[in-house]
């Protein structure tokens, strides 16, 4: 297989899950590399999700948490195996990205430590221990678009990390009841202790005051941190500008929807539909129209 096939490939896979073309923002230069990075990003997805846990059953559980930890662990090894020697045709194509845009090996290995992460873990502390959960599973994909746009300043990607953590905190509110579903639970224990609500509260999805504000508590933090990184979207080219305003403007909305049902994410799953792009377009224009009003003190305070 040569590199066009490869990357062919890769195009094929991000096409099964995509619902509209990567190029259509980022170009058609572009397009194949970022094909290549989510292609290898989604089969390690889903190789950490594959096949639910059976409550009760541990020795059948263990068995397939060892098959999903064999699988990232050689998705590891095909990374790290530079001359490609496997002849898989996602590395071939990721390779090629690596190597065209001076990529760090890291951010890959941070996700796959995140991919890891959800087959070993299922329950949080404290906030804390959320946080570098999104540093490895979401933070890296930000740094990956401006590497690739060769926009690597610091302050860029401060505000990268902080638009990439909202936007992954924005999804653990929004699939709270599906996460029940695969026994996971984001919530730090400590903070639902604060706020008086149980485990059993939550598989129950007895929807109370008290979850009531533990989930208004968590999405104006996640507010904070969306506010926190918006001074990137006018750091950056167009049409990268366009796209990140896009997508902020996409994880404000999910938030407010969050709020519209009375933060009751144990019986509703709010979710983006497409009569919501015309809004999101209109605020995204307004926003990179407008001379950002930011400065640098966020970052150097941070």
């Given at each position: ?41 989604r ?5 950490a999700d ?10 059948e ?12 662990n ?8 530079t001359?490609?020697n496997?002849?898989?045709p ?9 190597q ?13 430590d ?32 401006l590497?690739l746009?060769?926009q690597?300043a ?37 903070e ?43 750091t ?14 996409g ?8 709020e ?11 979710k983006?539909?497409?009569?919501d ?19 640098k003190t966020?970052?150097?305070?941070a």
């Amino acid at each position: 297989m040569n590199i066009e096939e490869a990357y062919l490939y890769c195009k094929k896979i991000a096409s099964h899950y995509e619902n509209f073309p990567v190029g259509l923002l980022v170009g058609k230069d572009l397009a194949p590399h970022v094909h290549a990075i989510y292609a290898f990003s989604r089969i390690a997805d889903d190789y950490a999700d594959e096949g639910y846990l059976l409550k009760g059953n541990e020795i059948e559980n263990e068995q397939k948490r060892k098959e999903r930890l064999d699988k990232l662990n050689r998705w590891q090894s095909h990374l790290l195996d530079t001359k490609c020697n496997h002849k898989n045709p996602v590395f071939l194509a990721l390779h090629d990205t690596i190597q065209k845009f001076d990529l760090p090996i890291k951010l890959f290995t941070d996700l796959l430590d995140a991919f890891r992460q959800d087959v070993l873990k299922n329950r949080y502390e404290n906030f804390e221990e959320v946080l570098d959960y999104c540093k490895k599973s979401a933070n890296p994909i930000g740094r990956l678009v401006l590497y690739l746009h060769h926009q690597t300043a610091e302050f860029q990607f401060f505000c990268s990390d902080c638009i990439c953590t909202a936007l992954q905190l924005a999804n653990f509110w929004q699939d709270i009841s599906i996460d029940l579903g695969k026994n996971r639970i984001y919530l730090p224990r400590q903070e639902m202790e604060q706020f008086k609500v149980s485990e059993a509260d939550l598989f129950k999805r007895n929807f109370n005051s008290n979850f009531k504000e533990l989930l208004s508590f968590q999405v104006q933090r996640t507010s904070n941190l969306f506010e926190k990184g918006k001074a990137l979207i006018n750091t950056l080219p167009f049409p990268l500008k366009l796209e990140i305003a896009l997508t902020w403007h996409g994880g404000k909305r999910i938030l407010d929807k969050i709020e519209k049902v009375g933060y009751n994410t144990l019986k509703f799953r709010p979710k983006l539909h497409y009569t919501d792009f015309f809004l999101l377009l209109i605020k995204a224009l307004r926003t990179i129209s407008e001379k950002s009003q930011r400065d640098k003190t966020l970052y150097i305070k941070a």
